[in-house]
């Protein structure tokens, strides 16, 4: 065996509420979890504005400055939290394989806390100017500041969608949201916020048929009624989309049952196990449904939880720290 492998007793992949959650659990039980933090450090809560309902902070909290201090508290019991993704995993044996790019893992337990990532409408010109960083963008408070004072475009009428309007309406002149059907998905307060919005214009039953722009930078959105089939062109600097996620599993799909979405099955509802045995599940990886900071928080507790006694029944040896092997 290659002296690049390394073993591990618990390693943790992802690095949003779930994942520092599971981090926290897992090396305060002595597992000395190794956490990969993934494409996105923090998850999707370091692209979410203010966090008003995880409780214990009655002024709210920023995302970003929510999860400095879950991965602060995560390193407090020594998880040993490092940047990379995991690019390729083995569960057929008793010890878990996960690679980061060339580095070789091997883990007792796995915790999948990977989350799941924007979705984008891929026309080709929405992919062509997201690629060019030219006005298109799937998180205001990420990139909203850049369109101070000009016009915009967002799509989608759920709760993210809403939230991102009403942002980006505190920095632009004008907010165009394009509402597919002839109703919000979102929660009605949340609805209720952006139609009381004096700068935010709702078009209803209107789809994107084209985004424009000049070769470099977007100047346009073309747009239609799915009622008549009528055109026309609305000018903005900046498309956001704000249309849902998809998990972030396909990594883990040779191994794991995923649903037709791609979400990580639970093997016992009401369990983070899956279908390997020492890899567990935990947040929006496995949640199509609650999908909240709160609730992968909760289900990041619950994998640590089960890994350990998974662990326990499996090693009676449970003080043997992360080492490497030859
Ligand atoms: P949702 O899946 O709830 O909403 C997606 C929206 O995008 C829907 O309105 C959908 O339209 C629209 N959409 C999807 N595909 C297209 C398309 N191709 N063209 C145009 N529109 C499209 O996703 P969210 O990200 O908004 O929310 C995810 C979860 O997170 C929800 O449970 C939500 O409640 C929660 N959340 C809570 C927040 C809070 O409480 N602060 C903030 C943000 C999210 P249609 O309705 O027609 O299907």
Redesign the pocket.
Known sequence: MSDTIERVKCLIIGSGPAGYTAAIYASRANMSPVLYQGEQPGGQLTT?NDV??FPGYPEGITGPEMMMELQKQAERFGTDIRHGWVTKVDFSGDLHKAWVNEKEIHADTIIISTGASA?Y?NLPSEQKYLKLGGGVSACAVCDGFFYRNQEVVI???????C?EAHYLSKLCKKVTM????DE????KI?AKRVQNTENIEILYNT??DEVLGDGQVVTGIRVFNNKTNEKHTIEATGFFV????KPNTDVFKDYLDLDETGYIINAKPGTSLTNVEGVFVSGDAADHV???AITAAGTGCMAALDAERYLAAKDADFEVATSSYN
């Open positions: 979410t008003e309902n979705k409408l799509v989608g009428a759920g709760d993210s969608a939230e394009l509402v597919r059907r919000f998905r979102a929660s949340m789809e994107t704000a249309i849902g996620h609650y999908r909240q």
